[in-house]
């Protein structure tokens, strides 16, 4: 239920309505996907994902000559503070290969060329579409929801902070996302969310039907990633008319540009705080941003517009 995973089944379905014959291999490790790069006939227009890439910079390199190489890049692994010199020099070496590169945002593109990873010619901006979804009426104004994989990157620890902040008592948040790839961090996240009496609810990862149902419950979206180049949760959130609080981080303010949303320094719960008071505390408020959250909901693109400016990068390559 990634993000990434989302938008690469929704290209995958959306390509063969522009005559586009699809064949689809997963991979579980950097040995399947070299085996695959491998077993791709000559002159095949592959269109790898970024963290795929990011394994086998090496067969990219071996078979780039042969194959016509197409990299989606959801993310700029440099761009992380965590970020190893080993990550970022596969991110390089793997960028080097494709002859057209397709981001996620229009942040990511900026990014990929200030750091001098790609031309900006070779590059196309697609934006994540979204499944329009009627706006609901939350039960309580109070309910939070934040959605994304447990890791330092998504800020669920600067959440937490602000969390404990707010003079109110009287609201839940729903923590939705995976514990797995960054098991230490989930577990202090879940330490410290046992220390809010059960208004913090851990739900681990919800299939599409208990995804939907957080959000209808739901009255704000908090995103508060120290590094986001777009937010899927955040387009999820628009395409139901729920106002979203995001950090001023990558994407997230383009994502957020139509209104419907509020921004705060990353990585500062002390502003986190000090927003989510006031929309507990100021019914104007809420009002305000869920009138301009439902009208955003019509200029947001669709699934078709994205894989339109995907089918456009592969016909250029």
């Known amino acids: 239920m990634s993000g990434g995973n989302v938008y690469d089944r929704r290209i995958r379905d959306g ?25 791709a006939p000559d002159d095949a227009l592959v269109l790898v994902d970024g963290l795929v890439a990011g394994w086998v910079p090496a067969a990219l390199e071996d078979e780039a000559s042969r194959l016509r190489l197409v990299l989606l890049a959801h993310m700029v692994v440099a761009a992380f503070p965590d970020a190893t010199d080993a990550e970022a020099d596969a991110e390089r070496r793997a960028l080097a290969t494709a002859g057209a590169v397709i981001v996620t945002s229009r942040w990511t593109a900026g990014e990929l060329a200030r750091r001098g990873l790609t031309d900006p010619s070779r590059i196309t901006v697609a934006i994540p579409g979204v499944q329009h979804v009627d706006a609901g009426v939350p039960a309580s104004d109070k309910d939070l929801l934040c959605v994304g994989v447990l890791a ?17 008592r009287d ?6 996302g995976s514990p797995e790839p960054f098991p230490r961090f989930a577990a202090v996240i879940a330490e410290r969310a046992a220390a809010f009496d059960g208004r913090v609810q851990l739900t681990g990862v919800l299939d599409e039907d208990g995804l939907a149902e957080a959000y209808g419950r739901s009255a704000l979206l908090v995103a508060p990633s120290r590094v986001e180049s777009w937010g899927m949760a955040i387009a999820d959130a628009r395409a139901r008319g729920i106002p979203v609080v995001g950090s001023a981080a990558g994407g997230i303010p383009d994502a957020l540009a139509g209104g419907g949303g509020l921004l705060v320094c990353p990585d500062d719960p002390a502003a986190l705080a000090d927003v989510l008071e006031a929309w507990m505390s100021d019914p104007g408020l809420r009002a305000r941003l869920r009138r301009e959250a439902v009208s955003a909901r019509a200029s947001l693109p669709t699934w078709a517009d994205t894989v339109a400016h995907v089918v456009r990068a592969l016909e250029a390559a």
Request: with cysteine; aromatic share 4%; proline share 4%.
């Open 171 to 176: 609201w839940t948040c729903a923590i939705v």
């Open 15 to 39: 390509l063969p309505a522009h005559g586009w014959t699809v064949q689809v291999l997963e991979v579980a490790d950097a040995g399947e996907a070299a085996s695959a790069l491998r077993g």
């Open 152 to 168: 330092p990157h998504k800020g669920q620890d600067t959440l937490l902070d602000a969390l404990g902040r707010l003079r109110t």
